[in-house]
């Protein structure tokens, strides 16, 4: 491996540069995107976030597959994105030159047809001490607390799937979050039964080191008598991994990880990465060296996406890659029922397909990986295959986690259905009325 040259780390192509809907114009590549193209930003921009940076543009899109490079579609919008009739609207709306109210008012109606907060995020894992409600923290399966600190809450760059699409565009991000971590230590101490925190976003890792230790050293310096292991969930391994390599930032960061493992918690860093491109640069490749040398693990996951990913050869090079490198598989998801599900879901009947076909050419080492699941309402729902009983298909499905532990797996069955892409098409098979999680 090239070695990363420290001594220039600053460097315009280590400096973090944004692009949003408002000066992508500037972007130096953007003259390769024909008129309609950037028009379609334009539009669907107006509804879904966008946000890329300087390293994605540079090192990890191919600007000679645009518009079908995988990674243009990660995060540029794209123009199926909008349903027909939503698209309509809005580019009727920029022709016409539309006061920016009208607009407004446009798009914030079609958010609502969304699904905006799926999986009862908002109202059905609060936490709750004395009587309180607490900011920032989910409490959905009994093992694992989730902790959203409140300036983690943005990212490195905007995924066009991604299912926390609302907290980007202003709507909750800020008033969920938490601000400090007295609660999430009242709470730890409280629920001995906890024995992981997952820090998450947006992307903790957008905050400044000194951040990260603000939140981070409660949990290793109090007395936690439950608490063994520390997540921290993350694409920046993908989209900003100068992160870890660039400055005294860098330096920073990794000592904070070298501290908590040597408090004697695990350190899991989860890693989102959607295509095997984004582990084929010099600067990920060094990144994940570097953490790795902390004594920090890395884990994997990423959802299925149509059009990026919907290939079982792409998921086995991929978690190969990953392997090779030193990081865990650990999930693969089903694109969640929010947002452009219409134009990114695969069918549950295809996902399974894919998952046991990349799985079939792998190791063992690599196996490691979980999926495909649903992160749904009740639980995460796993889809274990199509299996046929006294002639007829069914799906055979398992909860890996469920806010009843006792539900966790169990087998059940449903009726197959080829277009099904979320829980709520499935039926209950052999008659039933409920399944498992409903009664
Ligand atoms: C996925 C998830 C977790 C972590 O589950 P693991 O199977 O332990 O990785 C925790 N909380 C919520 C709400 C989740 O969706
Ligand atoms: S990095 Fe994660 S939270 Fe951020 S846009 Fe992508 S999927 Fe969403």
Not at 1 to 9: E, H, K, L, P, W
Not at 48 to 62: G, H, Q, V
Not at 186 to 210: C, F, Q, W
């Amino acid at each position: 491996m090239a070695m990363f040259d420290f001594s220039r780390a600053t460097e315009e192509k280590y400096q973090y540069k944004a692009y949003n809907l408002y000066n992508f114009r500037k972007i130096p590549q953007i003259s390769r995107l024909s008129n309609q193209l950037k028009f379609d930003i334009e539009v669907v921009g107006q509804v879904f976030p966008f946000k890329t940076n300087n390293y994605i543009l540079n090192e990890l899109i191919d600007w000679h597959k645009i518009p079908n490079d995988p990674i243009f579609k990660l995060t540029f919008p794209q123009k199926q994105m909008l349903l027909p009739k939503h698209f309509q609207r809005i580019s009727n709306l920029l022709q016409l030159n539309a006061e920016k109210e009208e607009i407004t008012a446009a798009v914030t109606e079609i958010h609502a047809e969304l699904n905006p907060h799926p999986a009862g995020q908002m109202d059905q894992n609060i936490a709750i001490l004395d009587g309180e409600r607490l900011s920032g923290i989910q409490h959905k399966y009994r093992e694992t607390l989730l902790f959203f600190p409140s300036r983690g809450q943005t990212c490195h760059a905007y995924c066009s799937f991604c299912f926390r699409w609302p907290q980007f565009i202003g709507d909750d991000a800020y008033k969920f979050a938490s601000r400090e971590t007295g609660n999430l230590i009242r709470y730890l101490r409280r629920h001995p039964e906890i024995s992981d925190v997952l820090i998450t976003g947006g992307d903790p890792m957008i905050m400044k080191a000194k951040s990260l230790l603000y939140y981070l050293e409660p949990l290793i310096k109090t007395e936690l008598p439950g608490l063994q292991n520390i997540r921290i969930g993350t694409k920046s391994l993908s989209f900003w991994p100068y992160k870890y390599l660039a400055g005294s930032e860098a330096d920073e960061v990794l000592s904070l990880f070298r501290k908590i493992v040597d408090s004697g918690k695990h350190l899991a860093i989860m890693a989102h990465f959607s295509h095997p491109r984004e582990l084929s640069t010099k600067a990920v490749r060094l990144a994940i060296k570097r953490i790795r040398r902390t004594g920090a693990e890395i884990r994997t996951q990423a959802p299925l996406l149509h059009g990026i990913n919907d290939d079982p050869a792409i998921w086995a090079r991929m978690w190969r890659k990953q392997v090779r490198l030193g990081c865990i598989p650990y999930y693969m998801f089903i694109m969640r029922n929010t947002g452009a599900r219409h134009y990114f879901s695969i069918p549950l009947a295809k996902t399974c397909e894919i998952f046991k076909q990349a799985c079939q050419q792998i190791s063992g080492l690599a196996r490691t990986v979980r999926g495909p699941s649903m992160s749904a309402t009740p639980g995460k729902v796993q889809i274990n295959g199509v299996v046929e009983i006294q002639g007829k298909k069914h799906f055979c499905l398992t909860m890996l986690q469920s806010r009843n532990p006792g539900l966790a797996f169990n087998p059940f069955f449903a009726e197959f259905d080829e277009q099904a892409i979320w829980l709520d098409e499935l039926k209950p098979a052999f008659g039933k009325s409920k399944f498992p999680f409903q009664e």
